[in-house]
C-alpha cells in the first residue's frame, strides 16, 4: 500500500502562485509514477499532470501545459505542482495520486487509467 497527503493548497488571486506537495510513504518502492488530478464543483475529476517516480519524464494536460510544473522532490520522497499565473477556471480539489503500472504506455497509463492510490485531496480557490 502506499499512503498519499496532499498539503499547500488555498485561496489565491488570478495571476498568482501556488505549490502543491504530495508525501508518499508505504510501499514507494512499487511505484512507477506520480500524478495530479482536480476536480471542480459539478465536473469529473480531470487529469492535470504526472511525473515518473525515478524522476525524468513529464506529462501534462492542454489546459494546464505552460503554467503548471510537475516535479519530484527526492529528499521529501514526495512530488510537487507549482502552478503559476492561475485562472478561475483552475478552481478545483487537487488530488494526488499514484501507480506501479510500467506499461507501454509510459505515463498514459496513470494519465487515462484510473490510479491505484489517492490522496484526500486539497483545495485549490483562485479569486478574480
Known amino acids: 500500500q502506499v499512503q498519499l497527503a496532499e498539503s499547500g493548497g488555498g485561496l489565491v488571486q488570478t495571476g498568482s502562485s501556488l505549490r502543491l506537495s504530495c508525501a508518499a510513504s508505504?510501499?514507494?518502492?512499487?511505484?512507477?509514477?506520480m500524478a495530479w488530478f482536480r476536480q471542480a464543483p459539478g465536473k469529473e475529476r480531470e487529469f492535470v499532470a504526472a511525473?515518473?517516480?525515478?524522476?525524468?519524464?513529464?506529462f501534462y494536460a492542454d489546459a494546464v501545459k505552460g503554467r503548471f510544473t510537475i516535479s519530484r522532490d527526492n529528499t521529501k520522497n514526495a512530488v510537487d505542482l507549482q502552478m503559476n499565473s492561475l485562472k478561475q477556471a483552475d478552481t478545483a480539489v487537487y488530488y494526488c495520486a499514484a501507480d506501479s503500472r510500467n506499461t507501454a504506455l509510459g505515463l498514459l497509463t496513470i494519465a487515462k487509467k484510473s490510479p491505484e492510490y489517492w490522496g484526500q485531496g486539497t483545495q485549490v480557490t483562485v479569486s478574480s
Open positions: 511525473v515518473r517516480w525515478n524522476g525524468g519524464s513529464t
Open positions: 508505504g510501499r514507494t518502492d512499487s511505484v512507477y509514477a
